[in-house]
Each structure stands twice: as C-alpha cells, then as structure tokens.
C-alpha cells in the first residue's frame, strides 16, 4: 500500500494533471480588448488570485463567484493560487519520495529473503528435499547468530524513513497550499455544519473553480490601464 498503490495513484494523477496541463488548456480567463491567448499565457504564468474577505455573499448578486468580487488596492486582503501550475509536479515528487524507502531496501536487502526461503513453498517439491531445506536453514541462523545486526538496522532505517516520509508529507502540503492542508478537514466538515448565510466555504478558499486576474497595458494617450479578467481553473 506504501510503496505500490500509493505511487501508483499518485502518478496517475500527476500523468491525467500534465495532459490536461501542457497538451489541453488549463486556464480560460475572459477579458475585453484583450486577445483570449494573451491573457490566458499571463495569468498562467503570474498566477490568479481571490478575494478572501469576499468568499460569503450571494453568487450572482453580491459576488461573482465566492472569493470573486470588486476590491480596492492596498485594503482589500489579495490571496494567489501559486501552487495551480506546480500540481503535476508536486504529485510526482511526492510519488518519489514514497518509493526511495522500498528503493533503498531493495536494494540493501538483495533478495536474501527469497533466497533463504527457496522451494519451500513449492508444492511439487519433495517433503524430504523440503525437510533437507528447513535443516540448511536452522543451521544458517544459528551459524549466524547476531551477525545480521547491519541488516536489521537498515531494515529499521527504511521503517524510519516511511514514517519521516508520511509526516513530511502532510508538512510539504501544507506549505504547497500555503498553510491550508492542515486544517482543510476540519474546516469542510465544520462548514456543513454552519448556517447557509454564515458559513464560508473553505473548498473554494483552497480549490477555487473561478479567480480573478489583473492584466495592465498601454492605452492610446501612454497611461497605463488596467483590466480585471475572470479565469476558469479546470484542473
């Protein structure tokens, strides 16, 4: 489960997260007198951003979308979704890191394991030849006798090492999401909990589906304009 179905998952994810990525469009931001490419490229590369003092309100009449709402430079708290075109890659790293513990021990253990418990298992073998392999490895371990302390030591380093790796991980999230992943959980189940006019969706906080981006140019007379877009975040 740590070492396969983990790292499995996690780079299918990354795999499905980089064709929609880099071979189909993963941003769509709306703007007038802006050509839809231009602003699509320099939103995806500056990032977008919500408004978090503008999460609550009625879609449609107060807000656009929740986090999406008219602000004011300087007071209103401006927050960016940095981690959006990192995704891809963060699922990958995270699939490396749970696989080097099996790594290491592979290659540590060299399949000594297999070799010690060879055609015990087999039912085609003979219970005299299976008697003969149990006797060889009795003799083994008492010949050997508190000779393998190296070997168990570096099985109790990749047994560390899984569980430096699983703890790092919920610290490497946190720090990706900017500080939201360790509390993600307990806010979306106190969130259905809360009255509809009070509460403030921490799905959209984090994973926001819609977000504003600011693109700036040259009008006609040389003064610089400033264009405010919605982007859809299909990822």
Not at 39 to 50: A, G, L, N, P, R
Not at 144 to 155: D, P, V
Request: hydrophobic fraction near 40%; aromatic fraction near 16%; charge should be negative.
């Amino acid at each position: 489960l740590h070492y396969k179905a983990t790292v499995i998952i996690l780079i299918a994810f990354s795999l499905l997260v980089t064709s929609r990525q880099y071979i189909g469009d993963p941003i769509d931001c709306i703007v007038d007198e802006i050509p839809l490419n231009v602003m699509d490229t320099y939103c995806w590369i500056y990032s977008t951003f919500t408004i978090p003092n503008r999460l609550t309100g009625r879609v449609g009449l107060d807000i656009v979308q929740p986090g999406v709402a008219s602000h004011t430079d300087g007071k209103d708290e401006v927050k960016y979704h940095k981690y959006y075109q990192w995704v891809c890659f963060a699922l990958f790293f995270q699939a490396m890191l749970f696989y080097v513990p099996r790594y290491l021990w592979k290659t540590w253990e060299g399949g000594r394991i297999k070799m010690l418990v060879l055609d015990l298992n087999y039912p085609i073998v003979s219970e005299d030849c299976k008697t003969d392999r149990k006797r060889l490895l009795v003799d083994y371990f008492i010949t050997n006798l508190h000779m393998q302390n190296f070997y168990a030591f570096r099985f109790f380093i990749c047994e560390i090492l899984n569980f430096i790796n699983v703890v790092g991980q919920i610290f490497f999230m946190d720090y990706f999401l900017d500080g939201e992943f360790s509390t993600y959980g307990r806010d979306v189940l106190s969130f259905t909990e809360m009255e509809p006019e009070e509460r403030e969706d921490p799905m959209s906080r984090v994973f926001p589906k819609v977000t504003k981006c600011t693109f700036h140019k040259y009008g006609p007379s040389g003064s610089v304009q400033k264009f405010d877009g919605l982007c859809v975040l299909p990822l």
